[in-house]
């Protein structure tokens, strides 16, 4: 069974920093695209930053110049060093991967339980 950890989120002040990680396991032949999308309250999810298998990496423009999002495919896991950060940043943020699962034989999306992301003074 696949299955997508998360962790490092917190309570931070405006200004300061955090790095998220997450971490896929289970029966994995390969992972395409990985990222991470976030979902604050009474808002739709929406897409934070997005990595290939080559590395190639897009960003929503809200966090451009603040989020850097990186990966080990040797170690399949997926990372989102946050700088900067701003009250609107507060939000539960859930890594996903598109993968193909030996157990499915399919390629599908999967997700993290998410992790919430507070920053506050």
């Known amino acids: 069974q696949v299955q997508l950890v998360e962790s490092g989120g917190g309570l931070v002040q405006p200004g300061e920093s955090l790095r998220l990680s997450c971490v896929v396991s289970?029966?994995?032949?390969?992972?395409?695209?990985m990222g991470w999308y976030r979902q604050a309250p009474g808002k739709q999810r929406e897409m934070v930053a997005a990595?290939?298998?080559?590395?190639?990496?897009n960003y929503a423009d809200s966090v451009k110049g603040r989020f850097t999002i990186s990966r080990d495919n040797a170690k399949n896991t997926v990372s989102l060093q946050m700088t900067a950060l701003k009250a609107e940043d507060t939000a539960v943020y859930y890594c996903y991967a598109h993968l193909w699962s030996l157990t499915r034989g399919s390629w599908d999306e999967y997700w993290g339980q998410g992790t919430q992301v507070t920053v506050s003074s």
């Open positions: 289970g029966l994995i032949f390969s992972i395409n695209d």
């Open positions: 990595i290939s298998i080559g590395g190639g990496a």
